[in-house]
């Protein structure tokens, strides 16, 4: 039906198409649910409360940042190796603390683990489940970096942003992948909100499932974006190994600064990281 010049779908086939494009969505999810995953690393955080997380598996990034830029987003924390800003609680998870506290120049403080040069895979499913910090300025993640990082630079290795939260608003979390031409104010992302729930209140689980040209987004198993590489401005970097992260910054251009509101300490609840390839590969 066409009424000046706009197309006009009527009500029933606009009912059909979601019910089609619903169908396909369900199909998608479950032939990724069908995939044979084998797990080839993980940290499920047990031991006595109070250690620092595993070194075998996990290095610190100190300070704030190389080039006293505040990690290139003008945060304001120091990451330290303290375990007041990161230990076991002896529960089975581990705990990412930001504190409001004058340390080495910085007004406040938390920590940053990696995997670099311990774990870097391509390719496969990277999950955590985790129990958000949330107020103005606290920016909790777990994201990838390609392992090429100090040979190539920024957003030439790749970024892959599993979970990012701007505290002020802690029942939305974004996905987000940066690269050369799509990267900061630029990167392509999306947003997954709850309507009745925080991220702060329980633990959820937020993955990526990550193939030579595809990478898929979920929140509790709920597929919400999928990446290609036609809907990038720029060259696909995501064929090569990439590290793990884990961070709670304080302030930052993504997000703002604290507030008055903003209380402190706030910590990041890990309960498990765990990396699977599909079986094959």
Request: proline fraction near 5%.
């Amino acid at each position: 039906m066409k009424r000046n010049n706009i197309f006009i779908i009527p009500a029933a086939i606009c009912s059909l198409l979601l019910l089609i494009l619903t169908a396909c969505e369900q199909e998608n999810v479950q032939k990724l649910e069908q995939r044979n995953w084998q797990l080839v690393w993980s940290d499920d955080f047990n031991g006595s409360a109070g250690l620092l997380p595993d070194a075998a598996k996990w290095k610190f990034d100190i300070g704030v940042g190389p080039n006293n830029d505040g990690w290139g987003n003008a945060e304001l924390q120091y990451y330290t190796n303290r375990t007041s800003n990161v230990a076991l609680d002896g529960n089975g998870n581990l705990v990412i603390t930001a504190k409001k506290e004058t340390y080495a120049g910085s007004a406040f403080t938390s920590a940053r683990i990696n995997t670099s040069g311990k774990f870097e895979q391509a390719y496969g499913r990277i999950e955590a489940r985790i129990k958000t910090p949330w107020g103005p300025g606290i920016w909790p993640a777990l994201w990838m970096l390609g392992s090429d990082v100090k040979s190539v630079g920024w957003p030439e290795c790749g970024e892959i942003d599993i979970m990012e939260l701007r505290g002020q608003k802690p029942n939305i979390i974004n996905g987000t992948v940066h690269g050369p031409g799509y990267s900061g104010g630029a990167s392509i992302t999306k947003s997954f909100a709850f309507e009745n729930d925080r991220f702060d209140v329980d633990f959820h689980l937020f993955a990526v499932e990550w193939g030579v040209d595809y990478v898929d987004f979920f929140v509790d198993n709920t597929l919400y974006q999928r990446i290609t590489p036609e809907k990038l401005k720029g060259e696909w970097v995501f064929d090569h190994p990439f590290f793990i992260i884990l961070n709670v910054a304080v302030g930052g251009n993504y997000l703002g600064f604290p507030t008055s509101q903003t209380p402190f300490p706030q910590s990041m609840y890990i309960d498990y990281v765990k990396v699977y390839q599909e079986a094959g590969e």
